[in-house]
């Protein structure tokens, strides 16, 4: 069960905490960015360590990442702030979503443990900590870490991974619109799971089009994968390729990934699609040859 209770004394809000053997409920404490530095910072049972920096949510909103530790329980945790100034209608949207962002149960979506509000100091979320003592690993970091780019086997797995927690997001009614390889996080087992999903719809509004947004999700996993696979976005046209060269099973699934008009319906047709053979990278037009000649 998921419920919004108002705080006794300076508008704070309560959120329900789920875990797997109990529900209990945590205040949400003031959170300065002061506060945050010190040393025994905390948020309800969780002692925030140190910053693990920003989160990009879109074009506008920011979150800010912490490591933290369960003052009981002596388990990793992150734990982010918002800072978005409270609204009813931000409050309004939480109400109404915040029960979906809790219940999502897959896999490849980062588990939401917490998910509270201050009227002063916004949203804030407490996760699971997926890394290392290394920290976290995104897949950006990982295709850098590999020279660039990922091997075509290694980016089916990581695309089929990302789908599959898109697939469970639109499944329920949700989808997130500002996805991204820096959100997206790779475990200690090797999966890849999406951060903060679908958080970006307490900010968007009702105004926002959810057939566009999840049209959004699917343009946002193919730009992801041609990332993975050629190291570099893709341009305005695509997949860039020589015109009399044959295609293979990667352009064609990326020509439909990256079509903003008649791409793929769903998460689940990009995925029974995903091609299984290596790829090359896009061949270079004689004219970027020539000036990659005369630069030596």
Not at 263 to 278: D, W
Request: hydrophobic content about 40%.
């Amino acid at each position: 069960m998921w419920r919004w209770v108002e705080g006794l004394s300076g508008g704070v809000l309560l959120g329900v905490v789920r875990y797997s053997a109990m529900t209990t409920v945590v205040q949400a404490r003031t959170l300065t960015s002061a506060a945050l530095h010190e040393l025994h910072a905390r948020w309800g049972p969780y002692q925030l360590l140190r910053h693990g920096g920003e989160v990009v949510l879109g074009n506008w909103w920011r979150a800010q990442r912490y490591y933290a530790m369960h003052e009981t329980r002596s388990s990793s945790h992150m734990v982010y702030t918002l800072g978005h100034r409270y609204d009813r209608g931000l409050r309004r949207r939480a109400e109404e979503s915040g029960h979906r962002l809790v219940a999502m149960e897959n896999g490849h979506l980062l588990k939401y443990e917490v998910l509270g509000m201050c009227e002063k100091r916004g949203c804030c979320v407490a996760s699971p900590y997926t890394g290392d003592q290394t920290g976290l690993l995104t897949l950006r970091r990982l295709r850098e870490m590999k020279g660039g780019n990922l091997p075509a086997l290694e980016v089916r797995r990581a695309v089929e991974h990302l789908l599959g927690g898109v697939k469970a997001m639109h499944s329920v009614g949700l989808s997130d619109g500002a996805l991204s390889l820096d959100r997206a996080l790779v475990d200690r087992r090797g999966s890849v799971v999406i951060e903060l999903p679908a958080l970006p719809l307490l900010f968007n509004g009702p105004e926002h089009d959810q057939h566009e947004m999840r049209r959004a999700d699917l343009l946002a996993v193919g730009r992801m994968t041609y990332e993975l696979l050629y190291g570099r976005e893709p341009g305005p046209r695509g997949v860039e390729r020589v015109s009399s060269a044959p295609q293979s099973a990667w352009d064609l699934w990326l020509a439909s990934a990256l079509d903003a008009c008649e791409g793929f319906a769903s998460a689940q047709e990009a995925i029974e699609l995903l091609p299984t053979e290596p790829v090359e990278a896009p061949s270079k037009s004689v004219v970027r040859q020539l000036i990659d000649w005369i630069r030596g």
